[in-house]
C-alpha cells in the first residue's frame, strides 16, 4: 500500500510540474506580446507610409530576373553598405527613428537619387524588421511622387540568413 501511495505522488508529482512548466515556457519562452507589437508597429508604419512590401523570395526572384529597379540600402555606409549589401543596391542613409520633416535640401537630395521616373520600381531596405531606417526611406520616396516603392523588411539579416550573394563597397 505504501508503494502504491509513493507512486501515485511522484504521478500526481509529474502532472504538477508538467502543468507548471507549460507555464514556465511562457514566461521564459518567445514573447508573442513583443512578436505582436513588432508586426502591428509595421503594419501602421506601412499603413502611414503608403509604400507596397516584398519578400526576401520574392526581391531575390527579381533580381534573378534582372527587373529594372533602384534598391535603396538606408544603412550607413561605414558600418553596414561598405561591408555588404544586397547586388546593386545603392546607399542612401536614413536614421532609424522615423522622420516626419526632412528639409528642402535633404529632399532632393533624395529626388535626385531616385531620379526622374516616378513609376521606377524602388526597393528599400535597412537591416532588420525592427530598423525604421527603410520605413523613412520607403515613406520619403511615396511623399516625393514615387508610385512603385517597396519596402523589404526582412533587411541585410534576412538576405544573409537566407545565404543570398551580398557585394561589397569598392
Not at 2 to 21: C, E, P, Q
Amino acid at each position: 500500500m505504501r508503494g502504491w501511495k509513493f507512486a501515485a505522488l511522484v504521478g500526481l508529482s509529474m502532472v504538477v510540474l508538467l502543468a507548471y512548466a507549460g507555464g514556465a515556457w511562457a514566461l521564459f519562452g518567445p514573447k508573442e506580446l513583443d512578436n505582436e507589437k513588432l508586426v502591428i508597429k509595421f503594419h501602421n508604419e506601412v499603413v502611414r507610409g503608403g509604400y507596397k512590401v516584398v519578400d526576401t523570395a520574392t526581391l531575390k526572384k527579381w533580381l534573378d530576373q534582372k527587373r529594372p529597379m533602384l534598391i535603396v540600402d538606408t544603412m550607413p555606409y561605414d558600418a553596414s553598405y561598405k561591408k555588404h549589401h544586397i547586388p546593386t543596391a545603392k546607399q542612401f542613409e536614413f536614421p532609424v527613428q522615423e522622420v516626419t520633416q526632412l528639409d528642402a535640401k535633404r529632399q532632393e537630395a533624395y529626388r535626385k537619387f531616385l531620379g526622374p521616373d516616378k513609376d521606377r520600381l524602388i526597393v528599400v531596405y535597412c537591416g532588420f524588421p525592427k530598423c525604421g531606417r527603410s520605413h523613412n526611406g520607403a515613406m520619403w520616396a511615396v511623399k516625393l511622387g514615387y508610385r512603385n516603392v517597396y519596402r523589404y523588411p526582412g533587411g541585410i539579416k534576412a538576405w544573409l540568413e537566407a545565404d543570398y550573394p551580398v557585394e561589397e563597397a569598392d
